[in-house]
């Protein structure tokens, strides 16, 4: 098995176990990483696949919406007495 797919296998149940125990700041390093990838690809996929080169309005505002949304899923976890002005 190669490692990406070791990896996803390993992932998967630690995000729901996060999830289950409400550590968020965990989806939100998984949002801040899926940037790096769509980045080098110039590939991103919201319901189906954006190409930057096709769409690039498209393309960067789902770059720039996973990274408001990884760091602000960050944020809340870091400071929850401010979470609420986060919803």
Do not use: K
């Amino acid at each position: 098995m190669s490692h990406t797919r070791t990896a996803n296998y390993i992932a998967l149940p630690i995000l729901l176990i996060t999830t289950v125990l409400e550590l968020y700041w965990v989806w939100g390093l998984l949002f801040v990483w899926w940037i790096v990838p769509t980045v080098q690809n110039q590939q991103a996929f919201l319901v189906f696949e954006i190409n930057r080169d096709d769409d690039p309005l498209l393309y960067w505002a789902i770059v720039c919406l996973w990274a408001l949304s990884g760091l602000m899923m960050i944020a809340a976890s870091l400071f929850p007495q401010y979470a609420h002005l986060l919803a």
